[in-house]
């Protein structure tokens, strides 16, 4: 499973015995808990391309979009990871004693790794696009992940409690019932450090040279409640 983890741990907590009465059967009680860390394989961005004079010529957006589209082309990026979300006109002076109207469009675009990521920057710069923000960072299969994390979690409860009976030589029955308990659902992170030359983002700038591109992991946290009858 090379898309997701870097480690695995199962630990679990919380145990209770208890036998109340001659009606009810005993059980046991424990809690299962499945922590997994992932890489971020989903980037999205948000980009501002804006209409701008060069050498007394007005670059359009169509103009400006087209050589996005190809410099992604260039490092791999689909096209279709970009979408345009809003477009604005705004009156600029672009002479001494000339204005023009410009508009600006906002893209959404995704890409699906750092070393991703650091390939657009420079692209970016090239084409003169500054205003770039990350806004998220999370994994496609993240459903798929928090249950392969639920399914562990009542493994581990189990075993637990198979251990547990196992000294006093009890085992374990049906399960009575079964809670999960709330925990932070985190489906994305975000950068740690951002070290692109003319790119904030919301961060520190750096100088190309020391480009490093690296993104908080996703902790996925899954904890289950089983109560036991013992047999």
């Known amino acids: 499973m090379n898309y997701c983890k870097l480690f695995v741990f199962l630990f679990l ?3 209770s015995y208890s036998q109340n009465n001659s009606q009810e059967k005993p059980f046991i ?8 860390e992932i890489i971020p394989d989903e980037i999205y961005l948000d980009l501002f391309l804006k ?3 060069e050498n007394g010529k007005k670059l359009n957006l169509e103009s400006l979009e087209n050589q996005l589209k190809q410099k992604l082309r260039s490092i791999g990026i689909p096209e279709n990871n970009l979408f345009i979300s809003d477009v604005n006109s705004v009156l600029a002076k672009t002479g001494w004693f000339t204005k023009e109207i410009l508009s600006t469009a906002k893209y959404n675009l995704k890409v699906t790794n750092s070393e991703k990521l650091k390939q657009l920057f420079k692209c970016l710069e090239e084409l003169k696009i500054t205003n770039v923000k990350i ?3 999370t994994h496609s299969k993240i459903t798929a992940l928090r249950k392969e994390n639920r399914i562990a979690a009542i493994k581990a409860a189990k075993s637990k409690a198979m251990y547990l009976l196992s000294a006093i030589d009890e085992k374990v029955g049906k399960p009575i019932k079964i809670n999960e308990i709330d925990t932070n659902h985190q489906n994305f992170a975000f950068a740690n450090t951002i070290n692109v030359e003319g790119y904030a983002a919301g961060l520190s700038k750096f100088r190309s040279e020391q480009s490093v591109v ?9 904890s289950i409640y089983i109560k036991f009858e013992i047999e």
């Open 135 to 137: 806004t998220k960072a």
């Open 13 to 15: 907590t919380t145990v």
């Open 51 to 53: 209409e701008r004079m």
């Open 29 to 36: 009680e424990v809690v299962g808990t499945s922590e997994k």
């Open 214 to 222: 690296e993104f908080e992991k996703i902790v996925l946290k899954t």
